[in-house]
């Protein structure tokens, strides 16, 4: 076996043990704080003392039971799937996996603008060091990490409903998700604004990071001399002083996309996304242990996916780990 493929197993062992400390931290914890029993309370009628007792010992949500009893049911169940009830009774793994769907295209796509922006925003400022582009990039940069993702994915919102009002025609759908069987014209127009939302604060950040790196590299004996050898200034940047900078920036890149989980969580709000970020926050507000604690393994899976598309991007970007 190749040292880049031992490379990739040791690390896929490590993260699957920290998925597993994650999730079992995020149940232990949403055990600890939550409460459903409020829910049985509201309903009109309310039912009997006798039935939340059993129903809350049916769904392993009985605040009575000791916790370290309620997180090796959970757990048992986990390993094969079985993420448990909900405090009114729809599986939770099926709500989950409905949602995760949405979660993940928009994810997917939001860390892939943001990454391939950032890194060409922070190169084209970094080949400009102390220049004027460089000044306007970094005011732009500092101006997005500052706006909360909430008040970016309002302000796009906004921005949208103009542009449909002045043009006459739904250019941009400000709310909601495509229908089954919708075209790829249709679809685009529902990802458009959700995508550019979660973006927009990623390119922000690791325009900051490539701009650093990129500054450092064009000043490197390796960049003069290929340029004594004829090459120009853009070329040498771009086939030296980028090609070595983006080794570590794609560890960076890719730990920094898993964070967009908490911004999803309110552009999913905002423009209506039935994803996982709406699931946690329902869930949150109903005391909902089980989906609460599924809400918050997604987030621990996506950091760990993060993670892997890290070390992969590193063997295939930097050789000292193939040898």
Known sequence: MSRAALFLLRRLAGYALLLAAASSCAYLLSAAVLD??????????????????????????????????????????????????????????????????????????????????????GAWAGARKDGAGDTAATLGAVLLISVPPLVVAVVLQTLAIGLNTASGEALLRTAGEAPP?????????????????????????????????????????????????GLTRGRALRGHALRTSLVPASTYVAYTAAAMFTGAVFVERVFGRHGVGGMLVEAVEAGDVNAAAAACAFGAVCVVAAGAVADTLRVALDPRVRS
């Open 36 to 121: 459903p029993t409020g829910n049985y309370a509201a309903q009109q009628p309310p039912p009997s003392p006798q039935t939340v007792e059993r129903q809350l010992a049916e769904r392993n949500l009985d605040p009575d039971v000791p916790l370290g009893r309620r997180y090796l049911v959970w757990a048992s169940g986990a390993v094969t799937g079985d993420l448990g009830q909900t405090w009114d009774g729809r599986p939770v793994s099926a709500e989950l996996a409905d949602r995760a769907a949405a979660s993940t295209r928009l994810l997917v796509l939001g860390a892939a603008v943001g990454a391939v922006a950032g890194v060409a925003w």
């Open 181 to 229: 069987g919708s075209g790829l014209a249709d679809q685009v127009r529902y990802m458009v604004l959700p995508t550019v939302a979660l973006a927009l604060p990623l390119a922000a950040v690791v325009s900051r990071y490539q701009r650093g790196l990129m500054a450092d590299e064009a000043g490197a004996d390796y960049v003069r001399t290929a340029r004594a050898k």
